[in-house]
């Protein structure tokens, strides 16, 4: 099976954390996410958001738009507000030939907030799981008439977070929802994502790979500290640099042919960590663990000059 390596801005900027790569400007973003060899990159905050000008921009540096983070609120709002609240969004990912829509419920969420510790995050009651699941669906379903799937990402801080949650999100609703796997987030919040991608392989639509350093990610349970306050800590690295099995998970999904993005997504601290050198660590890495696992990793395309030559 074929997949593309694609890679999220927050190696560069952090958007919950302006402090953190605030000063790089989308233009170096852009030029060493294509330098370190990543076909496709995410939307981040400093992304114009009008198709016709992210488009050009894009092209001039030899990407694709693989995908954008959309924050729900289904625990509350209604599915025609919810439509309506992700209209804008899901037209300029439909206009950029997105396949996938990253998307994650936001209602109570406390991961960007620096000062929540972990246990403070908002839980789903059994009564209130239905509903959700059913409004849920339904926007999954129009997103889906509109060629783009929703890729339902467990996140640290929200109300899908554990394995179980995966499992009972994954149960609840129709095929329509879709999954991200992130190894990060789960492994912080106690999960195995081998496992996962071998119970749900099938409806895994999306991977954002990050590894996690396991002393970091202990003591931020230990001492019950925030989401962010982890990320200042270092808990995420690109894959090959801390403690996750790769190979193993990649094993997992090659059994259900998987055939979409695999992004490289850790942030970090950029004074800290240098994006390029962490960047190409992760093409490095992911490319061999991909390829050792009989994917076929699909190259990124040349880019040009204003002439119109490859300049590569």
């Not at 009008?50 to 924050?71: F, K, M, N, Q, T």
């Not at 001492?223 to 270092?234: I, Q, T």
């Not at 090659?254 to 695999?262: I, K, S």
């Not at 990793?297 to 300049?311: C, D, L, N």
Request: aromatic residues 6%; negative net charge; charged residues 25%.
């Amino acid at each position: 099976m074929s997949i593309k390596l694609g890679i999220n801005p927050i190696t560069w900027t952090n958007d919950d954390m302006p402090e953190l790569g605030g000063d790089i400007p989308l233009e170096v973003c852009l030029a060493e996410a294509r330098e370190a060899g990543y076909s496709g990159i995410e939307l981040g905050g400093k992304f114009p958001r009008e198709a016709d000008v992210l488009a050009p921009i894009l092209a001039r540096h030899g990407l694709e738009l693989v995908s954008g983070w959309y924050s729900a609120q289904l625990c509350r709002r209604r599915v025609d507000s919810e439509m309506a609240a992700v209209a804008r969004h899901l037209d300029l990912l439909s206009a950029m030939g997105c396949s996938v829509m990253v998307f994650a419920e936001g209602h109570g969420s406390t991961d960007g907030n620096p000062d929540a510790p972990l246990s403070a995050r908002p839980l789903l009651d059994d009564r209130e799981w239905p509903e959700f699941a059913e409004r849920l669906n339904a926007v999954a379903a129009h997103l889906r008439h509109r060629g783009v799937r929703l890729a339902f990402h467990h996140h640290m801080g929200t109300v899908v977070q554990t394995e179980a949650e995966i499992d009972r999100l994954m149960s609840e609703t129709t095929e329509d929802v879709a999954l991200l796997l992130d190894t990060g987030h789960l492994v912080f919040a106690g999960g195995d994502p081998v496992a996962v991608a071998r119970r749900h392989g099938a409806r895994i639509a999306h991977v954002h790979c990050k590894d996690v350093r396991v002393d970091v990610c202990h003591d931020a349970i230990r001492r019950d500290a925030s989401f962010l306050r982890a990320v200042l800590d270092g808990i995420f690295t690109v894959p090959g640099d801390g403690s996750i099995d790769f190979p193993a998970v990649l094993r997992a999904l090659r059994l259900h042919d998987y055939a979409g993005w695999l992004v490289v997504e850790a942030e970090q601290d950029p004074v800290k960590a240098h994006p390029l050198t962490y960047a190409r660590l992760g093409h490095v890495n992911l490319k061999e663990a991909a390829e050792s696992c009989g994917f076929t990793v699909t190259p990124a395309p040349p880019t040009f000059s204003a002439v119109g030559r490859s300049i590569e």
